[in-house]
């Protein structure tokens, strides 16, 4: 085995990162180092509280729990995401409180140590929530940002419209100005937006092998799941669910799982129909030392199957 690569998971959990979380975990590629939490799908408080749950689930409360930013940079958040993921972020699912405690530390100082106590250009940090933290982190310790190796977001759509408006994907949405700032940044970005989550459907037969399969976690992430199924059904008309996150950490766990494109990238700030839309320029692939890998490609199968074979693992 090759060097575990060391992994920092910015979450905003919500139901995907839960199970992007449960992911990671379950996956000898990776070393997750330290979860740190940010406002998004639910209040921060409780994106905060189901982190701890989640790694306790795990059997891993041992993994750093740091708690980020309660909002947008600079304009409120005019909604959430309970009526998706749950009032509690959980799918009504009351998960075992864990007997660990936060991290002193605030986010970006937990970050900026963990990257400075590594070689440059070794950490991946896989934001899947709002990038707030990230933002902030590039602006309070920007050479401690340098040394990151790569950023797996999961976020925007370059060519797919919006799902929390026809603009704008929600992580997107939750902080534009957070997102235009890392975005147009040099820190080596690939966005796994919705132009290939979209198309990666968890179904119940996959969602049923870990129910069956996966011991206690794995029954656990598919009970939480079940409220997701409803909000897809009832959103999109299909009978799984888009487990967004879960596919980001995925190109975090086996860089190169998903096609890229290298693009410049620009988010809209203005208040009107258009904030939070990542604007990708399609026309061209770009050479600016600023430019994001846009994901473009995806076998949607085989990443289903990674998902659910990795789950399965909790109950061999
Ligand atoms: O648009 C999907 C993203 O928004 C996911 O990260 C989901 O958890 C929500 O935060
Ligand atoms: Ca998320």
Known sequence: ???????????????????????????????????????????????????????HLAGRSDVPVAVGAAGPLVHPLPERAGHVHGAAGMGGVELEPSPAAVDPRPAVVALAELLMAHEPGTVTVAPIGPLTNLALLLAVFPEAATRIGRVVWMGGSAARGGNVTPAAEFNAWADPEAAHAVLTSPLPVTMVGLDVTLPTVLTEPGIERFRTHGGRVGAT??????????AARDSYGISGVCVHDALALTEAIVPGTLGTTRRDVVVG??????????????????TADTAVEVADGVDSDAAVEFLVSRLESYGA
């Open 1 to 55: 085995m090759t060097d575990r690569i060391p992994l920092v998971s910015d979450t905003d959990p919500g139901i995907d990162d839960a199970l992007a979380v449960l992911l990671a975990l379950a996956s000898p590629e990776v070393d997750l180092q330290l979860v740190t939490t940010v406002h998004g799908n639910v209040e921060l408080a409780q994106t905060t509280e189901n982190a701890l749950r989640v790694l």
């Open 221 to 230: 992430a598919a009970a939480v799941l079940q409220q997701y199924l409803d």
């Open 269 to 286: 700030t203005t208040l009107g129909a258009a904030r939070g839309q990542t604007l990708t320029d399609l026309r061209a692939v770009s």
